[in-house]
C-alpha cells in the first residue's frame, strides 16, 4: 500500500486547511486509518483516526472539536479538516495504516506516507 499525503501550506491562526491522504490499491477500505503529526524534536503523535467504515473516529484531545477526520473508500481516500488551527499545531502530518495493537501508537501503524508540513502563524 502506497499513501501520498497533500494539502499542507502555511496559514494564519484560526485559519483552516484540509489534508488528503491518497492510498493505492484495492483493499483500502478494509484499513483503519490514522493521522500523526511529529513538531521538530517531538515524537510522532496520533491526531486522529478512523474505521474502516468511518463510522468510528477518535481525535487526541488537543483537536477535539477542532479537526474532523473522514474517508471516502470510492477515492481510497482518507481526510483531516483543520479548522481553527493554532500555532502549536506546526508539525509534519503523515497518514499511516493501523495494523494491530495499541490505536494511539505509532508502532501499530504501517505504510507511512511521506508528510505534508504544516504551518501556523501567529
Known amino acids: 500500500l502506497h499513501l501520498v499525503e497533500s494539502g499542507g501550506g502555511l496559514v494564519q491562526a484560526g485559519g483552516s486547511l484540509r489534508l488528503s491522504c491518497a492510498a493505492s490499491?484495492?483493499?483500502?477500505?478494509?484499513?483503519?486509518m490514522g493521522w500523526f503529526r511529529q513538531a521538530p524534536g517531538k515524537e510522532r503523535d496520533i491526531v486522529a483516526y478512523i474505521s474502516r467504515s468511518g463510522a468510528g473516529t477518535y481525535y487526541a484531545d488537543s483537536v477535539k472539536g477542532r479537526f474532523t477526520i473522514s474517508r471516502d473508500n470510492a477515492k481510497n481516500t482518507v481526510y483531516l479538516q483543520m479548522n481553527s488551527l493554532k500555532p502549536e499545531d506546526t508539525a509534519l502530518y503523515y497518514c499511516?495504516?493501523?495494523?494491530?495493537?495499541?490505536?494511539?501508537?505509532?508502532?501499530?501503524?504501517?505504510?507511512w506516507g511521506q508528510g505534508t508540513q504544516v504551518t501556523v502563524s501567529s
Open positions: 490499491g484495492r483493499t483500502f477500505s478494509t484499513y483503519t
Open positions: 499511516s495504516v493501523y495494523s494491530g495493537g495499541s490505536y494511539y501508537r505509532m508502532e501499530s501503524y504501517d505504510y
